[in-house]
């Protein structure tokens, strides 16, 4: 069989999605291509844009900063150290290593240095799982080194299959809120750096293929303090039903894009954001954003003994 596209190379890639045989370079370009339409769609950001990807080792993050800068994008990376033993240090290198490998620079940022305390301390010290506090500090320090340096957009590398499993999630338990901020996109707003995930519509079949072709060493070991059972079980029937009927959460997702363009959502009105007393950090609670808090209840706890 020949690729699609050229007709005269060999297929390396069938993409079932698009019922589409493809060889090495001819995969390669309609993966950029893809993605470059995301950005153009959703507006995330331009050429003359400084743009941040968040990296943590693994294939998603480290094929869309490569992706981006050859697109053209001007790419900078960044990575927090969160000090999980038997994880952090082997992602620490690999985001290293990348960074060398195809002249990205990437920023490193040691949580315990930052923040005063790892996550495997935070999680001991509170008696509740890492995962609960994660993705809190993570966004928080994404933020935080994004606006620091004048960025104009911040990147994750959540792919297809993210984005669906949370999407399902949330309409099983009709979360309307969530459902209301679920976009490839959030805009600037008080103190929060633009965000943009470029690879919504591209799956993770797909970013490991290219890191293969690219010559990505990326680490592929599961979180060692992974709570997240639930979200995998769901994901997990979420890729059957697209092994049953190609194409079926790729459709999902944007038939879900493109009704919220038709639904109005005024009554989400947003909540009132105001600047944390401490830091600065835009928060909706009462005077202390939730990092600060937390920073707060660790002392007295630890201070407790
Ligand atoms: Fe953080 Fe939990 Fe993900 Fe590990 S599995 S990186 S602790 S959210
Ligand atoms: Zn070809
Ligand atoms: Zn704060």
Redesign the pocket.
């Known amino acids: 069989m020949r690729c699609r596209f050229c007709r005269t190379r060999s297929v390396e890639v069938f993409l079932r999605m698009y019922n589409l045989p493809l060889c090495r370079d001819h995969f390669i370009s309609f993966f950029y291509k893809r993605i470059r339409e995301t950005i153009e769609k959703y507006k995330m950001f331009g050429l003359e844009d400084k743009v941040v990807v968040a990296v ?1 080792g693994g294939k998603d993050s480290l094929a869309l900063a490569l992706a981006l800068k050859d697109l053209g994008y001007s790419v900078i990376g960044y990575f927090l150290d ?1 000090g ?1 033993p038997e ?1 952090s240090a082997f992602a620490r290198e690999t985001v290293i290593r990348f960074g060398e490998k195809f002249s990205i620079p990437v920023h490193v940022e040691e949580l315990r240095s930052v923040f005063g305390y790892s ?1 495997v301390q935070i999680s001991e010290i509170m008696r509740r ?3 609960s506090f ?2 809190t500090l ?1 966004r928080y320090y994404m933020n935080r080194f994004a606006r620091s340096i004048g960025a104009d957009v911040l990147c994750t590398g959540h792919t297809m299959f993210d984005e669906a499993t949370v999407l399902f999630s949330n309409v099983l338990q009709w979360k309307e809120e969530y459902l209301f901020r679920q976009l490839p996109v959030l805009p600037e707003e008080q103190g929060l750096t633009k965000k943009a995930k470029p690879l919504a519509f591209i799956t993770e079949r797909e970013t490991a293929i290219y890191c293969f072709f690219k010559g990505i060493d990326y680490l592929d070991l ?7 059972a639930k979200s995998r079980r769901v994901k997990l029937r979420l890729l059957q039903l697209e092994e049953d009927s190609p194409g079926t959460i790729n459709r999902f997702l944007k038939g879900f894009y493109s009704f919220k363009k038709k639904i109005n959502f005024s009554s989400f009105n947003k909540e009132d954001i105001q600047p944390c007393r401490e830091c600065g950090y835009p928060t909706t609670a009462d005077r202390f954003c939730s990092v600060c808090r937390m920073k707060r209840k660790l002392s007295e706890n630890v201070s407790r003994g």
Do not use: E, M
Not at 222 to 228: I, N, V
């Open positions: 943590s969160l999980i994880g996550l799982p890492a995962c994660c993705g993570k599961p979180c060692p303090l992974s709570s997240g």
